[in-house]
Every structure is written in C-alpha cells, then in structure tokens.
C-alpha cells in the first residue's frame, strides 16, 4: 500500500510539474502581472512610501484635508443611499418577476432590465434635461405651481442617476435567488402561522440574501468607481472625480492623486471582505431540490393585478425616463427653457455620421479586439483552473480576478505611471501615445467577465471526451482546439459579448487614457459633445447609438442563453 501510495504522489508531482502548462501559466502570469500587478503596484508604492521608504505620511494628509475627507463620505453616503433606493425599486421588482404569475409578466422582466442598457453618463445626460433646474419637469411645476425642485442639485442628482441605472443589479440577482429557493420551506412557514410581510422578512428574505448581497455589492463598487456621472453633472466632491481632477490638472507626479486611488481599491476590496463575512454568518443552503420558487408562481388578477401593475409602473416609470429623453435630445436644434424642443432637426445624426464617425469606428474597433483577446485569454486560464494539474493556479485565477475590484481611475492612473514614459518596442513612442492602450485597458478590465464564464462552460464538459480524443491518438493541445474549445463556444461567446457591450460603454479609463481626440471611442466623444459649443444634440445622438450598440450585444447574449449555449456565471 505505501508504494501504490508513493506512486500516486509521484503521478501528481509530475502533473503539477507538467512543462507545457507549466508555460503557459508562466506566460499568462506574466502578461496579467505586466497589465494588471505591476501597474497596481506602482500606485501603491508611490502611495505609500515617502523618501523611499514605507510610510503612512500620505494618508495622513488625506484624512486632514477637509476636501477629501468630505469625498470620501460622499463616496460612502452615494453607495449606501444607491443600494437602499436601489433595493426598494429592485427587491419587489424582483419578487413581482419571479412569485406572481400574471400576463405582461415578460414584459416587466424586459423593463426593469432596460435601465442597464443606458450608459449612466448618458442618463445623466437626459435627467438633466428633463428634471434639471430648467428642465421639463420643473418648467411645468413652475408654469403651474410657480415652485421647482431641485432633483439634479449637488450629491442627490448624483445618487438620483446611479441608483435607476444600477438597480437592475439587485433585482436580476435577487430574481434568481428567488427563482431557485425551495418554496417548501416557506409552506413549512405558513403551515405555522407565518403569513405575509412577515414571512418575507422572516423566511424569504434571508434564504436569499446572498443574491441580494451579490447585487448590492456591485452596485456599491459601480458608484464608487463611477467618474462619468458626477462630471457629465459638474459635482466633483467624490473620490472618482477628486483622483481624475488631481492626475489631469496637478499631474502624475502629485501624491494625492495615487493616494485617493488607493482609497477606492480599499473601498472595494473592504465590501468585498464584509459581504463575504456577513454571509458566513448564516446558512443558506437547502437539502432538498426539488420544485422552485419560480414554478410556484402563484397567479394574480383583479385588483392585486391593478395593485402589481401600478407599483411597478411608478418604480419603472422613472427609471425609464433617459432613454426618452435622450432619443428627444438627439433630435432637438433648440431645447433649452421649454417643455419640448422649440426646433427639430436630424442634423446632429449627420454630425457623428460624417463629421465625426472615428467615434463610432473606433468604438467597434477598440471593443471587438478587447472581447477577442479576453475570449482567448480566458479559455486559457479557464483550462488550467479546471483541467490543469500545475502549481499556481490559484495565484493565476486570483491576478485575473482583480479587476472586479480595481476601479477604472486606478487602473488608468497606473498605467499612465508605468507606460507614459516607456518607448514600447514596436510603437516607436511611449504605449500611452497609441489607441492600443485603450485596447489593453479594456480587455484588462473585463477579463474576470470572460474567465468566469469560460471556467463554468470548461465545468460543464465532461473530461471523458477529452481523454476518449486523447486514447485515439490526438495530442493535449489538438484535443483543446478540436474537442473543448468546440464544446465550451457557448461560454465563450457569453463571455466575449458582456466584454463587447461593458466595453462600448466604458468611461472611468477611456478619459484618462485616450491620447488624442481622434482616437476617441463614443464614451469619450459624447463626454466631449456634452462639454463643446456645438450643443448636446450631437452628444445625445451618439449617446442613442450607444444604446442601440448595448442593446444589441445584450439581446445576442439572451439569445445565447435561451438556445442552451450560454453557461451562467458568477461575478
């Protein structure tokens, strides 16, 4: 028994030693340390070391500064009021979708998730137009009641925006916590008296709270890490817009900036820590599987369905408001002090059209060769995660993982650290000088999204058909293109679709990272638009492709999923 089991740890040994996976984890952990690691660091090292040695000099001058101590309570006090009003709109959203069966039922499901498909600085945009100060809004309260209210003044129009733009978070996980709870245990419940509001509280909402606490976990980091909306609403007392003003305006060489970066990454990775920790606290797994949640829907009709119909509509009807009024924007001359535009044109169509069309090539350009490289980086690393025997790859899958709690800013302001100054072989100037950086900067950035659902769909191919190919004479790396690489195409196009729409849309990096205005995405185009004298028409009409090039992406991901192809993943 002691040889077979010496034979056994030397079998091992040699799968963890195996050379050419041994490679390609070297080779992955390389890159992802140079784009990912590395840059990290150098924030960190100039955050906290003074005169080349470790010291906490620069967080102490943070703290004392008035200025950035009211950011980061802003911060704070954006992402908690963000997922509060997030889960009021999100939780009964999510109940109403998965518990009642009712007609129109789909149709909510596709409403509540229509707010993810306007960029959040593209619906600061429209809420501007039609609840700012002079908007339509308040120009009809004070033709009628000779009063405004100031909805998009300061900290509450910021939290306004980011709660109806990411509570579809709270209420997509929400749903699918629901959709998989063992509705026997709530009839246990009410089989002993518990009825109502009360079973919710007491049965529903803590069995499932960890889709809960999944969703408000990335609502809160979405707002910590969001530059776009406070600067489309000129509100600069966050960290986001602190970091980005203090890089822009002060420089690469001032502390302060790398410090409030160092801030948001603590923010993150301390949310991460707490949910992580306050679910432990509890049990939420159930024994039994049989039936779901999702189908015992109970039906609903009458009064209850006027009652289901009329809370929805007033949760959705403002969540909704952008996308109307960023389509009127788009096609306005002159809206400025009117309910509606006093003069209509499609003139700010031809504008991004012909005028201006790099934004849109670019977007599409920079987007498809992000979600390509993460398609190919993360079917790699998902092979060595799951059939891979090396040493190291919980190191590697810790590296690919990181972004998720990296903000845009921190990143951007690492790699301007890091590649500014560099002559990159083959560039002939510094990486920083080349729309390739947006490139990298995205793919980086969106890489988690590939590798988890890559690592689901490698999970779900049973490792027989790898070794029935291997027995008949394919090698390892045939057996991966011709056998698995096939099988897991479902994955991988779910992962490479989410990296393409994410990517569209993405401004935190692309503003601090694009060299020059002509090779600008759309993100950066209608930043721009929105600050020029030509007026925001322009800026609304790219804002609307935007919309249309998400609403795309998304739709094809659906699709994927609905034929059976997709593998669902976490975050």
Known sequence: MAGVGAAGRIRALRAALDPAQMA??????????????????????????????????????FFARPLFREALANSLLAGFLAVLFGSLLGVPLAYFSVRLQFRGRILLQTLGVLPLVIPPFVGAV???????????????????????????????G???????????????????????????????????GCHGFRLFRRVTLPLVLPGYVAGALLVFIRVVDDLGTPLMLNYTKLLAPQAYL?????????????????????????????????????????VQRGTTGASLARPVAGWRLLLVWGVSGSLLALALLPHVGIAILSFARIWSYSVLPAQWT????????????????????????????????????????????????????????????????????????VFHGWDFPGLGGPLTASWLILVVAYSMRRLP???????????????????????????????????????????????????????????????????????GPLSYGIYIYMQSAVGRGPGAALGVVAILLVAVGTYALTRVFSRGTGTAFKL
């Open 346 to 417: 499609l003139g700010n169509y031809g504008e991004i059209l012909f005028r201006t069309p790099h934004f849109v090539k670019n977007t599409l350009l920079y987007s498809l060769l992000a979600a390509g490289i993460d398609v190919l980086l993360g079917a790699a690393i998902a092979f060595l995660l799951v059939r891979g025997k090396v040493l190291g790859r919980n190191v590697l899958d810790a590296v690919a993982t990181m972004p998720l709690a990296i903000p845009g800013v921190v990143l951007a302001v690492g790699y301007l650290r």
């Open 449 to 519: 999204y590939t590798v988890r659902a890559c690592d689901a769909a490698m999970r779900q191919i049973h490792a027989s058909l790898e070794e029935a190919a291997m027995n008949l004479g394919s090698n390892r790396r045939r057996t991966f293109f011709k056998v698995t690489f096939p099988l897991m195409l479902g994955g991988l196009m779910a992962g490479g679709l989410i990296a393409f729409i994410t990517s569209s849309v993405e401004l935190s990096s692309t503003i601090m990272l694009v060299p020059r205005m002509e090779m």
């Open 24 to 61: 390609l984890l070297l080779a992955l952990l390389s890159l992802l340390t140079a784009f990912i690691l590395y840059p990290l660091i150098q924030v960190l090292a100039v955050a906290l070391t003074a005169d080349g040695h470790l010291s906490l000099v620069h967080l102490r001058n």
């Open 158 to 192: 910021v939290v306004l925006v980011q709660t109806l733009h990411y509570f579809p978070f709270i209420m997509l996980n929400t749903a699918a916590a629901l959709a998989n709870l063992d509705p026997s245990l709530e009839e246990m419940a009410q089989n002993m």
């Open 246 to 286: 203090r890089i822009t305006t002060v420089g690469l060489n001032d502390v302060d900036g790398y410090v409030i970066c160092v801030i948001m990454v603590a923010l993150s990775l301390l949310a991460l820590w707490g949910a992580r920790g306050y679910l432990s606290l509890g049990e939420y797994a159930t």
């Open 126 to 156: 429209a809420f501007q137009q039609i609840l700012g100060r002079s908007g339509m809004v308040n120009l009809l309260l004070l033709k009628t009641f000779g009063t405004t209210v100031p909805f998009m003044e300061g900290l509450a």
